[in-house]
């Protein structure tokens, strides 16, 4: 449990939603690693928070599926297996090419340029070297497009609760590639036919995208779960 030294008391404004920006930072980032058991009575004692709240938060990090809760053996950091990519993968291409469909005939120049906006600071970021997580945001920001300029709200929501799982993937990503963040020209091509005139050249595109670093992002776990 000492990876979870860097957890830091927190007051009493918002209690579950700071346990869970602290912890899911602390899992997505990779240094509380996969299969890593919790207790509440460790995690209780180093937020300084009651445990009303903290199973609150817990409960929240259950459903996300960032934390596991096995029946008689208490609370572990999730695993990720080659099959749970393949389907996250799987359901994200899905998604991602619904987003599309749905904001196909919405996009404009504001629209586009904000997108363009969000790939630069990417870029810029990635270039730099030296901000991961600002880079996994950001990457998750410039996907997050289509889906807010789609206006399909049950589409948005089940994006918003994918982020986590992204997050954790894009950490494994770099990983297994051994950088810090995606490749500097890796969304040039997406962003041209996002804002191009053929759609399905943008929805194969996406295809070619999701898969990319993916078969080397497996061969870099286990074959089986730590738990």
């Given at each position: 449990m000492?990876?979870?030294?860097?957890l830091?008391p927190?007051?009493?404004q918002?209690?579950?939603?700071?346990?869970?920006?602290?912890?899911?930072?602390?899992?997505?980032?990779?240094?509380?690693?996969?299969g890593?058991r919790?207790?509440?009575?460790?995690?209780?004692?180093?937020?300084?928070?009651?445990?009303?709240?903290?199973?609150e938060?817990?409960?929240?990090?259950?459903?996300?599926?960032?934390?596991?809760?096995?029946?008689?053996?208490?609370?572990?950091?999730?695993?990720i297996?080659?099959?749970?990519?393949?389907?996250l993968?799987?359901?994200?291409?899905?998604?991602?090419?619904?987003?599309?469909?749905?904001?196909?005939?919405?996009?404009?120049?504001?629209?586009?340029?904000?997108?363009?906006?969000?790939?630069?600071?990417?870029?810029?970021?990635?270039?730099?070297?030296?901000?991961?997580?600002?880079?996994?945001?950001?990457?998750?920001?410039l996907h997050?497009?289509c889906?807010?300029?789609?206006?399909?709200?049950?589409l948005?929501?089940?994006w918003?609760r994918m982020?986590s799982?992204?997050?954790?993937?894009?950490?494994l990503?770099?990983?297994?590639?051994?950088?810090?963040?995606?490749?500097?020209?890796?969304?040039?091509?997406?962003?041209?036919?996002?804002?191009g005139d053929?759609l399905?050249?943008?929805?194969?595109h996406?295809?070619?995208?999701?898969?990319?670093?993916?078969?080397?992002?497996?061969?870099?776990?286990?074959?089986?779960?730590?738990?």
């Open positions: 000492e990876n979870l030294a860097e830091k927190i007051d009493d918002t209690r579950r939603g700071q346990i869970v920006r602290q912890l899911r930072e602390l899992i997505v980032s990779g240094q509380v690693p996969p890593e919790l207790t509440e009575t460790d995690l209780a004692s180093r937020l300084g928070v009651s445990r009303a709240p903290l199973r938060a817990i409960r929240e990090l259950v459903n996300s599926g960032l934390v596991v809760s096995v029946p008689y053996k208490g609370l572990f950091v999730r695993s297996t080659r099959r749970d990519l393949e389907e993968y799987s359901l994200r291409t899905a998604l991602e090419q619904l987003a599309f469909r749905e904001c196909w005939e919405l996009r404009d120049t504001a629209a586009c340029d904000d997108l363009k906006a969000r790939n630069a600071e990417l870029t810029r970021v990635v270039t730099a070297g030296t901000e991961p997580r600002r880079a996994i945001e950001l990457e998750l920001a997050s497009w889906y807010e300029l789609a206006g399909h709200s049950l948005e929501q089940t918003a982020k799982n992204l997050q954790f993937y894009f950490m990503h770099q990983k297994a590639h051994g950088r810090k963040g995606p490749l500097r020209e890796a969304h040039d091509v997406y962003v041209d036919c996002a804002c053929d399905d050249a943008m929805l194969r996406l295809e070619d995208h999701m898969r990319q670093g993916l078969e080397t992002t497996k061969g870099f776990l286990p074959d089986d779960p730590v738990i």
